[in-house]
């Protein structure tokens, strides 16, 4: 499930908030968050997290229509090559120690977060704006 995270996949973190709803711990105030894609088809970690937390699957099937099929994007081995040769040289250097010394997987997911996640987000053409170049050469928006 961490991986799923750390690839952008948010399914788990709306089961906990589909929780707190069944729960009833929350408030009218409470705005519903974004349904993330794929709620309809979730992982084998993603099933086991709801029958681990007891998630009533009518509340997820009714939370599923709302949801957009996933497209879990394979990353490229050139594309991603591509967009870490664009990465400032202190960048790169200081990943590629703090991944030695730490020998995880934090970094990796630190670094997606700055850059380009394919899956999660939408990209534009950074060769004119100066952006942080993503595979196959856009740039993130947010």
Same mark, same amino acid.
């Given at each position: 499930?961490?991986?799923?995270?750390?690839r952008?996949?948010?399914?788990?973190?709306y089961?906990? %908030?589909?929780?707190?709803a069944?729960?009833? *711990?929350?408030? $009218?105030?409470d705005v519903e968050?974004? /349904?993330p894609?794929?709620?309809?088809?979730?992982?084998?970690?993603?099933?086991?997290?709801?029958?681990?937390l007891?998630i009533?699957?009518d509340?997820?099937?009714v939370?599923?229509?709302?949801s957009a099929p996933f497209?879990?994007a394979?990353?490229?081995?050139?594309?991603?090559?591509? %967009?870490?040769?664009?990465?400032?040289t202190? *960048?790169?250097d $200081?990943?590629?120690?703090r991944?030695? /010394?730490?020998?995880?997987q934090a970094i990796v997911a630190?670094l997606l977060?700055?850059g380009?996640?394919?899956?999660?987000?939408?990209?534009i053409?950074?060769?004119?704006?100066g952006?942080?170049?993503?595979p196959?050469?856009?740039?993130?928006?947010?």
């Open positions: 499930m961490r991986a799923e995270l750390a952008g996949d948010l399914r788990a973190l089961l906990g %908030w589909l929780l707190s069944q729960a009833g *711990e929350l408030d $009218d105030v968050p974004i /349904v894609p794929g709620l309809g088809a979730l992982t084998a970690a993603q099933e086991s997290l709801v029958e681990f007891y009533d699957y509340l997820l099937h939370a599923a229509l709302a497209h879990d394979e990353l490229k081995c050139e594309e991603v090559r591509a %967009w870490i040769s664009k990465l400032p202190v *960048e790169k $200081d990943a590629l120690a991944l030695v /010394v730490n020998g995880d630190e977060s700055q380009p996640i394919e899956w999660c987000c939408q990209w053409d950074a060769t004119e704006d952006g942080r170049a993503a196959g050469g856009g740039s993130e928006t947010r």
